[in-house]
């Protein structure tokens, strides 16, 4: 035991008279152990770095179709006194048209993050929330920032819904999500009414599908190609009259100025509005600003020979 006690008390005075030794020796343990610890964090970083649970968002991608044959349509008027209150008739529309248009950003039951927030600053609304609503909770109020949505936000206009489709979808948000929301007085209505003229109806203008549009662009462009085409052939022809002299002294590019009276056909009702017509659009039409030395009698040719070429 008395020998223990000595090792021990030799070790102690070792150390108070050799402490630099001992704490020298310490250090290089230390120092394994921290590029033990550096090598461990390095191999390990990128899954240190990645998110334990995976973002899943929802695919809410169509596919694009084209635009369907529309005819015009008149919307009549939006009567206040209808659309004012939450019918059951608005409140189903505007839980389709929520679904649809809304779901996405702030979510189906109206706290936001919504499959499509991710990334978007401000984040869609919460409207479960009545802290800092930008135009208010009334109906009037939500009804105009649907109309005109809240640039820079990502939050859009939605004026290609019709005007009762935008009341049901406030009527939805107001009923379903908004705690005691706000209510409009008979004056905010009708400011409403006056700002966006709803009682006086709206016409819709008809639609054509894209791909027909361009069909028809297609077959009329031909269509005029072909008559300039002619008329080049026809001019050929009429090389021996006095007509032809005249068109070719004041023509600086045949194609376009026969491409021009053919596309401008009102000039055949008579010689002054042809003579208007070349005279204002000189330089643009394929005629040369020698038109401004015709004579009467020239101009009268020219107009006849034009008549018959075109």
């Not at 927030?117 to 909770?137: I, Q």
């Not at 056909?265 to 005629?287: A, M, P, R, T, Y």
Request: charged share 20%.
């Amino acid at each position: 035991m008395k020998e223990i006690l000595s090792g021990i008390k030799s070790k102690t005075d070792y150390i108070m008279q050799n402490p630099g030794a001992v704490f020298g020796s310490l250090y290089l343990y230390v120092l394994i152990i921290g590029l033990a610890i550096g090598i461990y964090y390095v191999n390990n970083l990128e899954n240190i770095s990645r998110q334990t649970v995976p973002v899943v968002l929802e695919d809410t991608t169509a596919v694009v179709s084209d635009l369907e044959l529309k005819n015009a349509v008149e919307v009549p008027p939006i009567i206040l006194a209808d659309v004012k209150n939450p019918s059951a008739e608005l409140l189903s529309e505007g839980e389709k048209l929520y679904k649809t248009n809304c779901a996405s950003c702030h979510g189906e039951n109206g706290v936001g993050g919504g499959a499509a927030s991710a990334g978007l600053n401000p984040a869609p609304r919460n409207f479960t929330s009545k802290d800092n609503w930008k135009n208010g909770t009334k109906l009037s109020q939500i009804y105009t920032t649907l109309q005109e949505g809240l640039p820079p936000s990502a939050m859009i206009s939605y004026n290609f819904l019709l005007p009762k489709e935008r009341f049901a979808i406030a009527h939805y948000i107001r009923k379903n999500f908004i705690p005691s929301p706000d209510n409009d007085s008979d004056a905010d209505l009708q400011a409403l009414d006056a700002t966006y003229n709803l009682s006086a109806g709206l016409k819709l203008a008809a639609q054509i599908p894209v791909a027909k549009a361009e069909r028809l662009l297609i077959s009329e462009n031909e269509n005029q190609v072909k008559k300039v085409n002619d008329a080049v052939v026809a001019l050929n022809k009429l090389s021996g009259e006095a007509g032809y002299d005249v068109f070719n002294s004041v023509v600086k590019n045949k194609n376009v100025a026969l491409s021009f009276l053919s596309k401008n056909g009102n000039w055949k009702q008579n010689e002054n509005g042809f003579v208007d017509l070349v005279i204002n659009n000189v330089n643009q039409n394929g005629f040369s600003a020698k038109v401004f030395s015709l004579s009467d009698n020239e101009w009268n040719t020219l107009y006849n020979f034009m008549i018959k070429l075109i």
